[in-house]
Structures are given as C-alpha cells and as structure tokens.
C-alpha cells in the first residue's frame, strides 16, 4: 500500500484506489491510499504551519533541496519511466523522457532560488527610496491531471517551493504512482516538515477541501475545462489567487510550398504520438487545397506503419488509451464525425487486445476527412489519437480556420515561406505558436499556457512563474 504523506508522516488513507496498468489490465500497477476531507484538512494545516519558517529559509537552502531532488529524478528515470509508462500507458521512450524534464525542472527552479527578483528605486518624493521585492504566497494547492503524471506535478511543485511556498498536491487519481515516486523522493529531501504533503484521493472530495479552505492562498490546476471552471468558482468566492491550464483545440496548418515529410512528421507526431493525450496536440490539420490529396495519402502511409501495443514494449509508437473512459470518448467522438458527414480516411477502431494477447485499452489513431467547421470533431477537445483534416483555399483561409476555436493554447503551421511563417507567429491566436516543428513537445525552461478558453492567469514553466508563486510588495523608506 503506498500512503499518503502528510504533516511529514506517512498515512493511511480512508480509502484504497487500484491503480490499473492500461496495457495489460489484468496488471496490478499498486494500491494507493485515498485520503478523504478530514486529511486533506491536516495536510493544509500542516502546510500552513510550516509556511513561516520555510518562507524565510536561504536561497542557498531551497537550491540544494531542489538540486538534489532533480539529480535522483535524473539518476532513477529509467526506473520512474518504466513505473509511468505502465500505468498511463505513453511509449517507455516518452515517459522516460517525461521524467528527465521532470529532472530538468526541479534544476532550473533550484537555479531560480537563487535569483530572487527585486528593484531598488528613488521615489518621486525627495530623501525616500523605493524598494519592489516578490514574496511568497503561503499554502498552495496543486492539482493535475492524468497525462503528464510527473512533469505537471514538477512544473508545479519545483518553483512554489523554490519561491518559499507550501505545497499541497493532489495528483489525479488514475495515475497515483508517479506522483507517488515524486513525492517519496521529496520526503527524504530535506524540506522541513509540513512544507510538502502529498494528498492521493478523489477530485471531488479532497479537491473540493483545497478549493474551500481559507488558509489556501493558491491553486494551480491543469486539467478539464468543466472542472477548471469549478476552480475558478471556488477561488473568485474566496478571492483566491488561481491559475488554470485546460484544454486545446490546436491547429497546424500545412501550406502547398510545405516540406511533405515535415508536415506529416508534425501531424502525427504531436497528433498521435503519447497516444494524443496531450493538451498541445495537433487535432486539426488544416491543408491548403494544392496539397490535400498528397498529405491525406502520405498521412495514410505513415499511420499505416505506426505500431499500436504494450506501451513498455521497444518499438512501439503508439500505446494505450489511458482507461476505457478515454477509449468511450474517442470511439464517439470518431462516429459523430462520419454522423455529421466526415469521412474515415484511416483507423479508429479499437483493439480489444495487442498481439501479445494483453488485453488493454487500445485504439488504432484516426484520420478524419472532409470536415468542416462547425462539426464537433472541430470544436470539442477529443484528447486521444484522433486527428481531423480541414481544406483551405489559402494561407488567409488556413489562418481564419486556425483561429476560429473556443481554445487557444499551441498552434503551428508548416512552410518554407518566411512570409507566412512571421505572419503567422503575429496573428496566431494562441499562446505558444510553432513553425516546422509539432505544436506538442515543449521546452521546459520558458513560459508554457494559452489564450481563450484553454488558461486563465499567468503562464506556467520559466522564469514566467514567479508571477503566480509569488505576489509584489513596494516598500517606502524615509531614512
Ligand atoms: N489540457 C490538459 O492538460 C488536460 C485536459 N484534460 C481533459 O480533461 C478530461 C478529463 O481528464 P481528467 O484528468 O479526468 O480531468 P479533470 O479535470 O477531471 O481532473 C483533473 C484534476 O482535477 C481533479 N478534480 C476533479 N474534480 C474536482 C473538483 N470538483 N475539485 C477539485 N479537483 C477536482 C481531478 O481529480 P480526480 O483524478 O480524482 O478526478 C484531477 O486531479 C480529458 O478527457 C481531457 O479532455 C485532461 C488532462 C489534461
Ligand atoms: O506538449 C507538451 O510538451 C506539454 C503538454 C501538456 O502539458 C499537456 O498535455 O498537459
């Protein structure tokens, strides 16, 4: 049984959740403890009695803690990556490769500890000076989702405690391992009891606590829109500070003067690969007309090469979906596409199991045709392997078409005309934009978040997250 850490102890939860490896369901991955209101309140309690001290500790303090921790993700993501691939089900390559950003983040905010911002100005009145200094924010609550189970937490956790926060994490449910090893790492950092606790258990119960209770000054939250507005709610009723990362609807656009390969490599790479479980992937594709027929059929050759199994297994591309909840979703969103007039260029059936006869919650990746606008399959975040194709008449119609979304977090287009490319990057909707390169895959060192309905509040990752972690005092002084 793997516990929950609060107030620097690990406890017993009030429930048990069985964490399923979604390759091979009849696999155990763990039993994981599930706390309920009455933990999640000792964990917040804890954290808020641990915030005095730990807000004041040295810079030095923070980096050594954050290094250290950074150097264990590092020297054990082979290990932690295998634990990720098994129970979300992405390619042990790209959980592997999770991890390690993971690794990499926890370095960077130990770097940023040490470079606390800060002005030192002259007042408009004679003789008094002007000091802006960042302080941090007090008990933060996280709370992610299933599809980066150890690299959101990371972005998350790495820079509240390196600006002097607390942390109480509420990781999602289906995936509690990874957190699980996050956390178990963290316990043995160093950090002083009660500034990390871990809370596994269900969103609506002990993610109904972190939004309510008072003495949470913050909460970071990626996940759903529906849920994201609940957060929302919650945090305006109280006025507490909130930062929300959603979904996306995400275009890449493909001109006629477009390198083929590299179109197609996008497409499939940020629409299909981590199973397109990813918040940034590609799920329209819009072509201009000169290319259509050529994209379509080279997209059918490449998926027709992609091998969809055990996600642990070398050689495969494409693993599982994460649960058969996930499955329902995608295999609906496939029918209403061909109800509402879309064709099924390729795939979109489900494999009851892989060829080694392990049952698992597979789904060969979908192209979708002939779609317009309007239809669902162009308006709704799908979140699998399920990918759209729109036809424009011209770089003026791919832009409209890109832009016509209720999201707006990655978007990308492929082109060799430098023209397009910078016109593009200005009038791109989105939050993070991309030219020859899939709109999934980011780096972990600048600002990450989107525009419209897919994030609220400041930008998560890089130097950008001090905002959210930490609030401004403007000091006066009379000598
Ligand atoms: N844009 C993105 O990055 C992501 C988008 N999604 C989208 O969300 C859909 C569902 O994924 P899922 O992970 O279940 O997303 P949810 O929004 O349901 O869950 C995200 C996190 O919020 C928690 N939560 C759920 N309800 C509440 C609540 N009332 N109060 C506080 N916390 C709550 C969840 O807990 P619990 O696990 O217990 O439910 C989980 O930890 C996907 O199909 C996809 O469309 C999902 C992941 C990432
Ligand atoms: O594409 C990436 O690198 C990050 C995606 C992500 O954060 C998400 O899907 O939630």
Redesign the pocket.
Known sequence: MFKNFIAGEWLDGARVSRNINPSDTRDLVGEYAQADAAQARLAVASAEAAFPAWSMSTPQQRFDILDAVGSEILARRTEIGDLLAREEGKTLPEAVGEVTRAGHIFKFFAGEALRPGGELLPSVRPGVGVEITREALGVIAI??????PIA?PAWKIAPALAYGNCVVF?????VPGSAWALAEILSRSGLPQGVFNLVM????????V??EDARVSAVT????????Q??AA?CVARMAKFQL????KNPLIVLDDADLDVAVNCAVQSGFYSTG????ASSRVIVSEGLQQRFVAAMVEKMKALKVGNARQIGIDIGPVVDQ??LN?DLDYVRIAQQEGASLAFGGEALAENEQGQPGFYLRPALITETSPEMRINRE????PVVSVQTARDYEHALALANDTPFG?AAGIVTRSLKHATHFKRHSQAGMVMVNLPTAGVDYHVPFGGRKG?SYGSREQGRYAAEFYTVVKTAYTLP
Not at 221 to 228: E, P, W
Not at 245 to 248: I, R
């Open positions: 709370i992610t989702p299933w599809n980066f959101i509420k990781p999602a449910d289906l258990g269900r969103g609506s119960e002990v993610g109904t972190l939004l939250f990626t996940g759903s829109v529906g849920t994201g609940k957060v919650a990362e959603m979904g996306g479980q990813r918040c940034t909840t996930q979703q975040e799908v979140f699998g977090l897919s």
